[in-house]
């Protein structure tokens, strides 16, 4: 009797042994160790992270489309979108943009030599002038000169291809007929010329600015385009602070903060036709009808 009672305690004994040791290993298997730092760090590391574009990938392609496509999508979408059409008034829209215009602007942002500053080092912002943030940009284009000159030529080649869709209007109908006047006429008693002499009447730009001594293409599209970007362009063409365009350069500094505040914002909505504009002068001065009896 006491003999068949230790084999049962025995065999007791052994069940809970193999328990418990299930128990730990299942605890092993669905808590795993907390990793140390160090090995947190080498994990890290080892994860693997979004591609990064290389300029590199796209030298020895042929300048076209498709190489400023890759270009635009892989260094200025996060200011311009990958197809031109900015959605922020601090960055210009490029879609649309005539292609001679885009180019020269690029090459004002990079120093034509060693030691010497870019035609366009600074911009101005908060009233004050600052360094540019393009100059950094352009700089991730390719160091090679000719490479530099492929990939300036696609991307002016794609984003004066895409479509401006992102159109801006006029917003301040208390300032319309100013700025009309100016874009249209000029401000004769300061020898401020109609900006329609060379960005076009409906604010298209000019195709053969060359004639002037200003490069092919040099006149920008300015109709839709963000007012805010236009009026700070005036102010940096003023101030000194943008200097690749003597005759822009001349023409602000004769304008005051009014007169520019009111064509930028006439030009802004500028893709209306004329006709648009002057029924918009209309319902401003149209009389107010009659009270009824």
Request: glycine content about 10%; hydrophobic content about 40%.
């Given at each position: 009797m006491?003999?068949?009672?230790?084999?049962l305690l025995a065999a007791l004994a052994l069940v809970a042994g193999v328990a418990i040791a299930q128990q730990k290993q299942?605890?092993?298997?669905?808590?795993?160790?907390?990793?140390?730092a160090a090995e947190a760090v080498v994990s890290a590391a080892a994860a693997p992270v979004a591609a990064v574009f290389d300029i590199k990938s796209v030298q020895g392609m042929d300048v076209g489309m498709?190489?400023?496509?890759?270009?635009a999508a892989?260094?200025?979408?996060?200011?311009?979108q990958a197809d031109g059409n900015s959605i922020a008034a601090a960055y210009p829209k490029l879609a649309g943009q005539h292609e001679g215009y885009l180019l020269k602007q690029l090459h004002d942002f990079k120093a034509a030599e060693a030691g010497v500053d870019p035609l366009r080092l600074n911009s101005y912002e908060g009233g004050k002038k600052v360094i540019s943030q393009m100059g950094a940009q352009v700089a991730m284009l390719s160091s090679d000169p000719k490479e530099f000159e492929k990939d300036a030529q696609s991307l002016a080649l794609w984003f004066s291809s895409q479509k401006l869709t992102s159109l801006e209007t006029a917003s301040s109908e208390s300032t319309l007929e100013l700025g009309q006047n100016i874009y249209r006429g000029g401000i004769v008693a300061k020898g401020v010329p109609a900006c329609a002499g060379c960005h076009g009447p409906t604010g298209q730009g000019m195709f053969n600015a060359?004639?002037?001594?200003?490069?092919?293409?040099?006149?920008?599209?300015?109709?839709?385009?963000?007012?805010?970007?236009m009026a700070n362009q005036l102010l940096a063409f003023r101030e000194d602070a943008r200097k690749n365009s003597p005759i822009m350069s001349d023409i602000a500094k004769r304008m005051t903060d009014a007169e520019i505040n009111a064509v930028t914002d006439f030009m802004a909505g500028k893709r209306l036709t004329p006709e648009a504009a002057a029924e918009v002068l209309k319902q401003k001065t149209a009389p107010a009808p009659a009270a009824a009896p």
């Open positions: 006491k003999r068949s009672y230790s084999y299942t605890a092993q298997t669905a808590a795993p160790a907390v990793p140390t498709e190489r400023g496509r890759l270009i892989g260094i200025c979408v996060a200011c311009h060359s004639k002037l001594g200003a490069g092919a293409k040099a006149f920008p599209l300015v109709a839709g385009q963000f007012s805010d970007y």
